[in-house]
């Protein structure tokens, strides 16, 4: 059993910056980023895998958002620059370790997920 707590959301202006953490209580392979805007599906942010150090992100947050880890604190991050008001959403983190060398995007390969954050961009 993983649980999950995510940090750092908030409501910022248009152009501006947040950064969102994922503090996990236990190991997992794959830690992920997704999101949730008022009607519409879950969606894909960015992963890494915490063995293999790769990452993945969404085209629509590429050059923007930049998920890394901190081992130590079996913690990930999400740093959002230049937030645009289409990135209102509540933020999940979500973690597996069922597939240790893959490096998951899809909500289904994700056993754990936090509560969810709502990041608030303002126009």
């Known amino acids: 059993q993983v649980q999950l707590v995510e940090s750092g959301g908030g409501l910022v202006q248009a152009g501006g910056s947040l950064r969102l953490s994922c503090a996990a209580s236990?190991?997992?392979?794959?830690m992920g980023w997704f999101r949730q805007a008022p009607g519409n599906e879950r969606e894909f942010v960015a992963a890494?895998?915490?063995?293999?150090?790769?990452?993945d992100s969404a085209d629509s947050v590429k050059g923007r958002f930049t998920i890394s880890r901190d081992n130590a604190k079996n913690t990930v991050s999400l740093q959002m620059n230049n937030l645009k008001p289409e990135d209102t959403a509540v933020y999940y983190c979500?973690?597996?370790?069922?597939?240790?060398?893959?490096?998951?995007?899809?909500?289904?390969?994700?056993?754990?997920w936090g509560q969810g954050i709502q990041v608030t961009v303002s126009s």
């Open positions: 979500a973690a597996d370790s069922r597939r240790p060398l893959v490096l998951s995007t899809r909500p289904g390969e994700y056993l754990y």
């Open positions: 236990g190991r997992s392979s794959s």
């Open positions: 890494i895998n915490l063995n293999t150090g790769r990452t």
